[in-house]
């Protein structure tokens, strides 16, 4: 396989408010050899984010949360979506940690062990953003209410689903994220395997 080369000409931030974008003038080199012709080309640069979805092995439930999103609201699909409890990575902190961190400002619940699902790029034609996900064991009993940071204007509704419900969401084609299917489908073909790594508790 040839080497793939960029060559970057000149980046400028043209956008800097709570994300930032970049636009980049390059080349880079062709499969048939060569280099393209000068190109410009913008990213969106908004950090990197982890997500984990909650599953509760004794009662074979899963948690996820509703929250408003201005992005399906443009897209015109339903603003109040379900998905993983998740978060950006701040400076200094592990993966790992932003799982048990947001799982609590989320959700309210104590993320015990957790097993690594997958990272992967979320949009690599225009963002630089990587999600890496996580299941994680939580305990289901007494889950729900309404969650999140009041000065982030968080309005967050924690959801129990049995398993099964979940599974029908996955086949029917009805989670509209990106990051909750990816993780729900992990769990439809992992989950003999978790509640064997998971024993039910004494």
Known sequence: MSEHRVEIV?????????????????????HAGGMSPELTR?????????????????????????QFRIGAYSADMPAWELECVAGIIEDDETP?????????????????????????LSSPGGSSETVEIFCGRIDSR????????????????????PYTDLERMV?????????TLIAAQWLVLN???????WPKRP
């Open 10 to 30: 000149s980046r400028e931030t043209v956008y800097k408010g709570y994300f930032r974008i970049d636009a980049y003038r390059l080349r880079h080199s062709l």
């Open 42 to 66: 913008e990213v969106f640069e908004r950090g990197h984010a982890v997500a984990a979805i909650l599953y509760d092995p004794d009662a074979d439930a899963v948690v996820l949360v509703e």
């Open 96 to 120: 790992e940690a932003v799982v048990r961190r947001e799982a609590v400002e989320e959700s309210g619940l104590t993320v015990g062990e957790v097993v690594p699902v997958a990272r992967y």
């Open 142 to 161: 007494g889950a729900g209410g309404i969650h999140g940071l009041p000065e982030e204007g968080e309005d967050i509704k924690v959801v129990v689903l």
């Open 171 to 179: 086949f029917a084609g009805t989670i509209g994220n990106a990051m």
């Open 191 to 197: 989950r003999a395997e978790v509640r064997k790594l």
